[in-house]
């Protein structure tokens, strides 16, 4: 089945430390995947995307991802968070590449907490 | 920057009612999507357009839910008649074919009492 999984529902850091929010999914073909955010009563923000070429994907805030085949992962890091990172974030893969036929499908979700 | 409308922001209805939610996409946007939010089942997606078309909506009920896109600026979601577990934050979503990373709207929180 094709699914995507985030192990961790929360995950606390202090202030300036590095953070990695994990995550993997199921699929026997080529995806593409995304991490998006959510803060407070607030819609889905588009963190970074993969869909092919380098492994490695730097988006917006300063996060970044590295896509691992082998692994089935795509990880989501920072060197440094801020108290402005708290947030619940998403990883999502859109299992219908070869076919054209996009569809979503969402982790469920780490809370990142960072505290001074 | 571009971005989703979704309205109303927050609907509080009785059981029994029925609840429209509208969403503007961005222009030129031609891929819409209907995803439920909720505490014990996440994300879920309900329906999705492409070009107006519905090309997906295995995963809204058929018999209180539907989904309809009279125009390329227009998205609606009904439900009728609303029920207390449908309580739940519904986003909409746009994007494009050619351009994977589809912007969400604020979403629309409902409450059925």
């Known amino acids: 089945a094709q699914s995507v999984t985030q192990l961790d529902s929360q995950v606390p850091v202090f202030e300036e430390a590095p953070v990695e929010l994990r995550c993997n999914y199921s699929?026997?073909?080529?995806?593409?995947l995304f991490w998006y955010v959510q803060y407070p009563n607030q819609g889905l923000q588009l963190l970074l995307k993969?869909?092919?070429?380098?492994?490695l994907v730097k988006g917006i805030n300063g996060f970044e991802a590295e896509f691992n085949k082998s692994q089935t992962s795509f990880h989501l890091r920072k060197p440094s968070v801020h108290i402005s990172d708290t947030a619940e974030y998403f990883c999502a893969a859109d299992f219908g590449r070869h076919t054209g036929f996009q569809k979503l499908v969402f982790g469920t979700g780490t809370r990142l907490l960072v505290s001074p | 920057d571009a971005r989703v409308t979704q309205t109303p922001r927050h609907k509080v209805t009785e059981m029994g009612q029925e609840v429209t939610m509208r969403c503007q996409p961005i222009?030129?946007?031609?891929?819409v999507f209907w995803y439920r939010q909720t505490m014990m089942q996440g994300l879920e997606l309900l329906a999705y357009?492409?070009?107006?078309?519905?090309?997906?909506d295995s995963g809204m009920p058929k018999d209180r839910f539907s989904a309809e896109m009279p125009d390329a600026t227009l998205a609606t979601l009904k439900i009728q008649p609303s029920e207390p577990r449908d309580s739940a934050v519904y986003f909409c979503?746009?994007?494009?074919?050619?351009?994977?990373?589809?912007?969400f709207g604020s979403g629309t929180r409902l409450t059925v009492v």
């Open positions: 993969y869909l092919s070429g380098s492994t």
């Open positions: 979503a746009s994007g494009t074919t050619e351009n994977y990373g589809y912007t």
């Open positions: 357009f492409r070009n107006r078309a519905p090309l997906d």
């Open positions: 222009l030129g946007h031609n891929t």
């Open positions: 699929s026997s073909v080529s995806v593409y």
